[in-house]
């Protein structure tokens, strides 16, 4: 069973978050009138944080661990990272 994305977004470098940043809609490209979901994500913190999956209670998350979804998971509209200076990687598929 696949399913056929749209395409990939990631960061080019190690990122830096501000207080509740949110990393999926900051990518929606502004012609887009439809849902914007990831339906496959990686993220990776380099500190201990915590963050939200579609406005849910904070989860969290240990440095260098890998946090990971795939097409089998449910969509993904919003990932926010609560803590501000967390240094961090992710990369999505919509």
Avoid at 30 to 54: E, Q, R, S, V
Wanted: aromatic share 18%; proline share 2%.
């Amino acid at each position: 069973m696949g399913r056929k994305g749209q395409g990939f977004i990631g960061c080019s470098d190690v990122v830096t978050s501000g207080a509740n940043q949110e990393i999926i809609q900051a990518h929606k490209p502004g012609t887009w009138t439809i849902d914007f979901n990831a339906y496959k994500l990686t993220f990776k913190p380099y500190a201990n944080c915590h963050f939200k999956i579609d406005g849910g209670d904070s989860i969290f998350w240990e440095a260098n661990a890998i946090f990971q979804t795939d097409y089998e998971d449910a969509d993904i509209s919003t990932f926010t990272i609560v803590e501000a200076g967390i240094n961090f990687i992710y990369y999505f598929s919509y």
